[in-house]
């Protein structure tokens, strides 16, 4: 299978806005990046152009609008979620994922609201990048040689220092391979990149690949996540004889709304609906009789009781996840483990990672804003409030898979690894497309961002190629 995590991702496809790339200048923590905003925009244009991604226009400074395809209608919970977040002061916009919602091109059909993105698109309505972005070069006549059940061992250097290939195991046979290149791009994600550098020691590069500074595999950071959800009586014994499925994710969202400097943590964070009627499960995934204890109901029971309480209580639950922008700390790194190595007989990771207050009461934030609005809707809040000891239910460090910053780009080659190009500067035909590079996570999914940062970083690559830098 190719395409990585945009095989089963959320699709959400939201652009980080001016302040994201300067943040140092607003709160004075972190770095800035050596870019802006209006360096990476055309980048974003032509992703929007390329890909589809629907949304709306709403002139936010911070939320930048783009090119987009019409937004589906919000869905009933959806409307119930916008009622409590208008009574609590929170913004609701429609969602922007990259989804088609009006037809894009020949190759790929239009959204029919089947709802099951997570199971593979046969229309090819959502995104991913196997079958929007490889499928099509393959197919299209390129030059391309795919290598799979491949795992990559090092970067290959000669007595200059420069890259000269790739080293990687067939998984197969579990044999060693070289392959030689004129350049080397890695996009392997950002710790498993940073794997890959520091595994590619050397004469010239004796801490790893890219690494004099030290910084390869530091300032990681992932999105901050906390949930919550409320039980709604209103949504109760709900109609299902018509479709309500619309897209696989959210059709609203609230994008950061508030002022930093007038709360307790420095960085944003927006919010996330889930709820709705989709498709039955195998399971709740909790006991659903349990609801009745908030109606008077009986709780329990079996055969004609559990079916009716199934029926009764489906869509009546609507939850919330927060996803937030963590401060970038060097401290806060993934290293290699020199007593362990995988199946392969390559050196693994092992992490160092706390969050800090800045995160916590974010944390913090994120629960009261949720009850609030759940109140709002006329619901109840399911479970007891997160306590301070338990980080106000912060999710643990990696949890929500946004890691980035372990090859942080910066134009001192002394507090970063690659430029603002994304190009070692230790070696200057190695390449980094994944999240490695960002110097700053943001209020929003990393996606959009890496996919035009790769993009950026490709025409870069192309200009020296024919300026015969490289």
């Given at each position: 299978?190719?395409?990585?995590?945009?095989?089963?991702?959320?699709?959400?496809?939201?652009?980080?806005?001016?302040?994201?790339?300067k943040?140092?200048?607003?709160?004075?923590?972190?770095?800035?990046?050596?870019?802006?905003?209006?360096?990476?925009?055309?980048?974003?244009?032509?992703?929007?152009?390329?890909?589809?991604?629907?949304?709306?226009?709403?002139?936010?400074?911070?939320?930048?609008?783009?090119?987009?395809?019409?937004?589906?209608?919000?869905?009933?919970?959806e409307?119930?979620?916008?009622?409590?977040?208008?009574?609590?002061?929170?913004?609701?916009?429609?969602?922007?994922?990259?989804?088609?919602?009006?037809?894009?091109?020949?190759?790929?059909?239009?959204?029919?609201?089947?709802?099951?993105?997570?199971?593979?698109?046969?229309?090819?309505?959502?995104?991913?990048?196997?079958s929007?972005?490889?499928?099509?070069?393959?197919n299209?006549?390129?030059?391309?040689?795919?290598?799979?059940?491949?795992?990559?061992?090092?970067?290959?250097?000669?007595?200059?220092?420069?890259a000269?290939?790739?080293?990687?195991?067939?998984?197969?046979?579990?044999?060693?391979?070289?392959?030689?290149?004129?350049?080397?791009?890695?996009?392997?994600?950002?710790?498993?990149?940073?794997?890959?550098?520091?595994?590619?020691?050397?004469?010239?590069?004796?801490?790893?690949?890219?690494?004099?500074?030290?910084?390869?595999?530091?300032?990681?950071?992932?999105?901050?996540?906390?949930?919550?959800?409320?039980?709604?009586?209103?949504?109760?014994?709900?109609?299902?004889?018509?479709?309500?499925?619309?897209?696989?994710?959210?059709h609203?969202?609230?994008?950061?709304?508030?002022?930093?400097?007038?709360?307790?943590f420095?960085?944003?964070?927006?919010?996330?609906?889930?709820?709705?009627?989709?498709?039955?499960?195998?399971?709740?995934?909790?006991?659903?009789?349990?609801?009745?204890?908030?109606?008077?109901?009986?709780?329990?029971g079996?055969?004609?009781?559990?079916?009716?309480?199934?029926?009764?209580?489906?869509?009546?639950?609507?939850?919330?996840?927060?996803r937030?922008?963590?401060?970038?700390?060097?401290?806060?790194?993934?290293?290699?483990?020199?007593?362990?190595?995988?199946?392969?007989?390559?050196?693994?990771?092992?992490?160092?990672?706390?969050?800090?207050?800045?995160?916590?009461?974010?944390?913090?934030?994120?629960?009261?804003?949720?009850?609030e609005?759940?109140?709002?809707?006329?619901?109840?809040?399911?479970?007891d409030?997160?306590?301070?000891?338990?980080?106000?239910?912060?999710?643990?460090?990696?949890?929500?898979?946004?890691?980035?910053?372990?090859?942080?780009?910066?134009?001192?080659?002394?507090?970063?690894?690659?430029?603002?190009?994304?190009?070692?500067?230790?070696?200057?035909?190695?390449?980094?497309?994944?999240?490695?590079?960002?110097?700053?996570?943001?209020?929003?999914?990393?996606?959009?961002?890496?996919?035009?940062?790769?993009?950026?970083?490709?025409?870069?690559?192309?200009?020296?190629?024919?300026k015969?830098?490289?």
């Amino acid at each position: 299978m190719l395409g990585g995590r945009t095989n089963h991702w959320g699709r959400i496809s939201l652009r980080f806005g001016p302040d994201d790339f300067k943040h140092k200048d607003i709160d004075g923590l972190g770095e800035n990046w050596p870019i802006s905003y209006d360096d990476i925009k055309p980048y974003y244009d032509r992703l929007d152009k390329m890909v589809g991604v629907f949304g709306s226009k709403e002139k936010r400074r911070n939320d930048p609008d783009g090119f987009f395809l019409p937004a589906p209608k919000p869905r009933l919970h959806e409307l119930y979620y916008i009622k409590g977040a208008k009574k609590a002061g929170v913004d609701v916009i429609p969602s922007r994922l990259s989804i088609l919602t009006k037809k894009l091109n020949n190759d790929r059909g239009v959204c029919f609201y089947c709802a099951q993105c997570n199971r593979s698109c046969t229309a090819y309505a959502d995104f991913s990048s196997s079958s929007v972005f490889i499928i099509p070069a393959v197919n299209g006549g390129g030059q391309v040689d795919l290598y799979v059940n491949s795992m990559v061992r090092t970067v290959t250097t000669n007595d200059e220092g420069k890259a000269t290939g790739v080293s990687f195991i067939n998984k197969e046979d579990r044999l060693e391979y070289k392959l030689k290149g004129r350049s080397v791009v890695l996009g392997a994600s950002a710790c498993s990149t940073a794997r890959i550098l520091l595994n590619s020691k050397s004469k010239q590069h004796p801490n790893g690949l890219g690494n004099s500074s030290d910084n390869v595999g530091r300032y990681l950071h992932d999105s901050t996540g906390a949930g919550r959800a409320g039980f709604v009586p209103a949504l109760m014994n709900r109609k299902t004889d018509y479709n309500e499925d619309g897209v696989g994710g959210l059709h609203v969202y609230s994008p950061w709304w508030q002022d930093n400097k007038k709360l307790d943590f420095p960085r944003g964070y927006h919010i996330e609906v889930w709820g709705g009627l989709g498709m039955p499960a195998y399971g709740f995934g909790f006991n659903v009789s349990d609801l009745n204890k908030h109606i008077g109901g009986e709780v329990g029971g079996y055969g004609d009781k559990l079916r009716d309480d199934a029926k009764r209580f489906r869509g009546a639950v609507v939850g919330m996840a927060g996803r937030g922008e963590s401060i970038a700390m060097r401290d806060n790194r993934c290293e290699l483990d020199s007593d362990v190595v995988d199946q392969f007989g390559i050196p693994v990771l092992r992490f160092n990672y706390k969050w800090s207050d800045y995160e916590r009461y974010q944390a913090k934030h994120m629960q009261e804003t949720f009850e609030e609005i759940i109140h709002g809707m006329g619901g109840i809040t399911l479970g007891d409030t997160p306590t301070e000891e338990q980080d106000w239910g912060l999710l643990k460090p990696g949890q929500i898979i946004h890691e980035v910053g372990t090859t942080r780009m910066g134009n001192d080659p002394k507090t970063s690894v690659t430029n603002k190009f994304c190009q070692l500067h230790d070696a200057d035909n190695v390449f980094v497309v994944d999240a490695g590079p960002f110097t700053s996570q943001a209020d929003k999914n990393c996606t959009w961002t890496i996919m035009a940062l790769a993009m950026r970083t490709s025409d870069f690559i192309i200009e020296e190629y024919k300026k015969k830098n490289i």
